[in-house]
């Protein structure tokens, strides 16, 4: 198992940052990929990136620019740097682990083996 802990969300005023965190447990940091995700007040769970167990991170289209995902297979964290923050960046933003090695896919959640209960990030005008 890899249980994984979301924390770092809250209310924050268009053009702010945040920057939250997915701690994880249960294996070495470099053997799994995460992946986070949104799920935005009455629409679907969408990809917003990934980042592999080495370290390389990928993105989806509508976030490029604006998100950064690193990790610190050290602490065991995971971290989603979210800048510019906008209105239409208010969700549940989750975490998952993936423990299989792929080079496609990455964007669906069936992809993903755990999941963390989500943090809510809120952004007011």
């Known amino acids: 198992q890899v249980p994984l802990v979301e924390s770092g969300g809250g209310l924050v005023q268009t053009g702010g940052s945040l920057r939250l965190s997915c701690a994880a447990s249960?294996?070495?940091?470099?053997?799994?990929?995460v992946g986070w995700f949104r799920q935005p007040p009455g629409k679907e769970r969408a990809f917003v990136g990934r980042?592999?167990?080495?370290?390389?991170?990928y993105y989806a289209d509508s976030v490029m620019g604006r998100f950064t995902i690193s990790r610190d297979n050290a602490k065991n964290t995971v971290y989603l740097q979210i800048n510019s923050l906008k209105q239409e960046d208010t969700a549940v933003y989750y975490c998952?682990?993936?423990?299989?090695?792929?080079?496609?896919?990455?964007?669906?959640?069936?992809?993903?083996?755990?999941w963390g209960q989500g943090t809510q990030v809120t952004v007011s005008s």
């Open positions: 998952a682990a993936d423990l299989i090695p792929r080079a496609t896919d990455y964007d669906l959640p069936t992809s993903y083996q755990y």
């Open positions: 980042i592999s167990g080495r370290g390389n991170p």
């Open positions: 249960g294996r070495p940091a470099s053997m799994y990929a």
